[in-house]
């Protein structure tokens, strides 16, 4: 949570919330103190509607170091299956309406690559390595790498990293599509927050509703799937801020969204 000292700092850029790992001491490794410290800001600043776009990020030499390996190596099975399942980090992603952004620089691996994939977009450092290694460790990902890396990069590739372990470096994550740009080392963080920006920019609810109809394109067959775009763009056309978009192209000035 907020402050300098906290395992999660929090920042704010105008309408850009910034969420910063800081336990450099585990490499941003996801504790339990960590992930409920993401869990509880996620779901304040989605309900707060000054926050349009949500970054998260890491250091420069680590974005997160996957689940605490310490704390991994004590857990049992009673332990695991005793654990609320409703409110995990993933599920607190997943509920997350605001647009969500990955801002990564070093190692994204375990835990850390399923955060990234987890959030929206990811900017990536030219640094940036991305992994699941947890086979490595005798176990797999649990935070829905293998669902995921499957849907962005196809069966086989994700076979490849999930059997093997192999980091890949920033330049192969976006030739597979992993990532939406990789920049220079020392730009990672600006260019997320501007890209955070230019969404935040935007009718926060079409945002909003943009996020969900896209999300559902991995849920839902092709037509199902346009019958709900359907129904959420008559929601965008329900809204002051569409109004306020139409006429302000016609009357050939900048919008000014309110998020009604
Ligand atoms: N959980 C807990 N602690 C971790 C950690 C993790 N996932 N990753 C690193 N650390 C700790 C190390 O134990 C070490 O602690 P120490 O200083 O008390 O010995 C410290 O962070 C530095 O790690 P080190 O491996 O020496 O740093 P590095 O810069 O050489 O390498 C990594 C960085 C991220 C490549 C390497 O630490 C690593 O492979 N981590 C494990 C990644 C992983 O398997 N994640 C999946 C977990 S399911």
Request: glycine letters at 10%; aromatic letters at 4%.
């Amino acid at each position: 949570m907020g402050g300098s000292g906290g395992v999660l700092i929090e920042e704010r850029h105008d309408a850009v919330a910034l969420l910063r790992l800081n336990r450099p001491e585990a490499r941003n490794a996801l504790s339990p103190e960590l992930r409920a410290a993401l869990c509880e800001a996620l779901a304040r600043l989605d309900r707060d509607q000054g926050v349009r776009c949500i970054v998260i990020a890491g250091d420069d030499e680590h974005f997160a170091a996957g689940a605490d390996i310490a704390q991994l190596n004590e857990r049992e099975l009673p332990d695991l299956l005793q654990e609320p399942g409703g409110a995990s980090l993933w599920d607190a992603l997943a509920r997350c309406r605001t647009p969500l952004i990955a801002a990564v620089s070093g190692y994204a691996l375990g835990g850390g690559c399923e955060l990234a994939l987890a959030c929206d977009m990811i900017v990536a450092s030219e640094t940036a390595q991305f992994g699941q290694p947890e086979i490595r460790l005798g176990i797999i990902p649990g935070g829905g790498g293998t669902q995921r890396l499957a849907r962005v990069i196809g069966k086989q590739r994700a076979m490849e990293l999930v059997l093997t372990g192999r980091r890949i470096p920033a330049d192969e994550a976006y030739a597979l599509g992993f990532v939406n740009r990789v920049v220079a080392a020392d730009r990672w963080l600006e260019e997320a927050l501007e890209l955070a920006r230019s969404v935040a920019r935007r009718a926060p609810l079409a945002a909003r509703l943009g996020k969900q109809a896209v999300l559902a394109a991995d849920e839902m067959p092709l037509s199902a799937g346009l019958e709900h775009e359907r129904r959420l763009f008559e929601l965008a056309m329900a809204t002051e801020d569409r109004r306020e978009g139409t006429r302000a192209f016609l009357e050939k000035r900048r919008p000014e969204f309110r998020g009604r």
